[in-house]
């Protein structure tokens, strides 16, 4: 059972456009935390969010936490090739056990 | 500031041949370490974790092993590799006691041939 469900797996958009991807579980975090990977590289933290119904900015991103802490969402606004890469969502279900991942949402911008 | 390396970065074996993969964390004492595979290019598969010092908690039953010798140095290894092996290998560390924020390596592409 995959515990955070992101969606879509992959989307492929024009430069300029928006979009938002998604990561839900049935599950409640304390936290949840988006990476983005780029190919044969690791993966890097954007942000962490721990509060229900936090909103954080990061340029053109905009990351959100449910108000219940079961799922997030990620915007990006005016989407640019540089964008392009895997992004990772992770939640963390107590202090010292391990993230969550999902399987990710790989994204292409052309 | 803290820093991880990896390596090697890319390593091609045979079946049946050992491994050793090295993981070493600067800048930070008594890190949480993980290792995790990637198949192409999706998620990530937990495979060992530690808390400290010869502290290894297996996801993932296998014939892949963890060890940790030092505070700040995990090894993976297997004595036989399976052509299943293959794959992208990454260690992260998080600050110990909160597993909140990792902070993943370069990662180790491995092709078993």
């Known amino acids: 059972t995959q515990l955070l469900e992101q969606s879509p797996q992959f989307l492929s958009i024009q430069e300029g456009e928006n979009l938002t991807v998604y990561c839900n579980s049935s599950?409640?975090?304390?936290?949840l935390q988006w990476y983005r990977q780029e190919p044969g590289e690791g993966p890097v933290l954007l942000v962490t969010v721990v509060t229900g119904g936090e909103v954080k900015k990061l340029k053109r991103l905009t990351f959100q936490f449910g108000d219940a802490r079961k799922d997030s969402s990620l915007h990006i606004t005016a989407a640019q090739p540089g964008d392009t890469g895997l992004y990772l969502c992770?939640?963390?279900?107590?202090?010292?056990?391990?993230?969550?991942f999902g399987k990710g949402t790989r994204l292409s911008v052309i | 500031s803290q820093t991880i390396h990896q390596w090697p970065a890319t390593l091609v074996q045979p079946v049946g041949s050992p491994l050793s993969l090295e993981c070493t964390v600067e800048g930070t004492s008594n890190p949480n370490l993980y290792w995790y595979r990637q198949a192409a290019g999706r998620g990530l598969q937990l495979l060992f974790y530690?808390?400290?010092?010869?502290?290894i908690s297996s996801e993932v039953p296998q014939n892949l092993s963890a060890s940790r010798p030092q505070d700040r140095q995990f090894i993976l290894s297997s004595k036989k590799l399976l052509l299943s092996d293959s794959g992208f290998y990454l260690c992260?560390?998080?600050?110990?006691?909160?597993?909140?924020?990792?902070?993943f390596g370069p990662g180790t592409r491995l092709t078993v041939t």
């Open positions: 992260a560390w998080s600050v110990g006691g909160n597993s909140y924020e990792q902070y």
């Open positions: 599950s409640v975090f304390s936290s």
């Open positions: 992770a939640g963390a279900r107590s202090g010292n056990t391990p993230l969550v």
């Open positions: 530690s808390v400290g010092i010869g502290q």
